[in-house]
C-alpha cells in the first residue's frame, strides 16, 4: 500500500515545448531548408515559424552580404530575429541580448500555436538557446579594451586561444570587436566558466553538411553572385547612411572586406580571392563547432523529405 501511494504521488516530469533547430556551415542551404520544413508542417494544417540565429542578420541593411533571407524567400512564413538592431550601434550586441530576443520569439511563437524552428550557423547562439546556457554578466573594461586595441589580430588570436579556444575556434577570427570582447570576458572571469545550463525546450537538431569540395565551391559560387547582386552598392550605401568604415570592418566577413575595397586598399581581384579565403576558413570553423555537438542528426540538403518525416516523427511523439 504505501509502494502504490508512493507511485500515485510520483512527480510526473515536465514536457518541454519542442523546437526544430537547423543548423550547419555557411552557404549550405539552412534558410531554405526551414522554410521547407515550415511548409511541410503548414500542409499538414500546423502553423510553423522561424527564428534567426545569425550575428550578422539582426542588423538593418545587411542583406546582401549577410545572406539574409529575402521575402519571396521566406514564401510566406514569419521570421523573427531579423532586423532588429541599426549597424550605427557602437556597443556589440551580445549572446545575452540575443539569448533575450530569441527566448521571446520562441515563446510567443508557441503560444501561437506554431512550431518555432531556430536557423542560423552562429554556434555560440544556437547553444545559448538548445542548451539554456546561463550567460554571465561582465561589464565593459576600458582600460583593458584600449590596451588590447593596440594590439595586432595575431596577437589577439593567440591570446584568446590560450583564455578560451573553443570561443576562438567559432568566431570571426578577424573581427576584432568580437575577439577583444571575448578576451575581456575570460579575463574577467578569471577562466573559460562552466556554463550553469536551464533548459527550456525539447530539441530536435537538423545539421546539414556536404562535402569538402562542394561547399568550397558553393562558397565561391555565392560570393561571385552576391557581387552581381550589387554587394558592393550595399556596403557604399551603408557607409553614405554613416556606418563608419571603422564599424563596417567590425561587422565582420564580407563587410571588413568591402571596406578595405572601397576605400581601395584592395583590387576588386583581391577582395574575390580574400572573400573565398576568409569564408571558407569560417565555414572551416563551423563545422568543426557543429561536430562536435551531441544530437545532431546530419543530413545533406537534398534529403528534404527524410528531414521533414524525422520532424514529423519528432512533433508526434
Sequence with gaps: MINMMKNRNAIKPVKLPKLIVVLGPTAVGKSD???????????????????????????????IGAGKITKKEMRGIPHHCLDILSPKRKKMFSVAEFQNHAFKAIDETIARGAVPILCGGTGFYIDAIVDGIVLPEVKTDIELRKKLETYSTEKLIKMLEKLDADRLAEIDQQNRVRLIRSIEIAKALGKVPKLVKQIRYETLQIGLDISKDDLMNKVHTRAIKRLKQGMIAEAKNLHEDGVSWKRLKQLGLEYGLLAELLQNKLTREEFIERLRIETWQYAKRQRTWFYKKENVQWFEPKDTEKIVKVCERFLRV
Aim: aromatic residues 4%; positive net charge.
Design 33 to 63: 531548408m526551414a522554410v521547407s520544413i515550415a511548409l511541410a508542417q503548414k500542409a499538414r494544417g500546423q502553423k510553423a515559424e522561424i527564428i534567426s540565429a545569425d550575428s550578422r542578420q539582426i542588423y538593418t541593411g545587411l542583406n
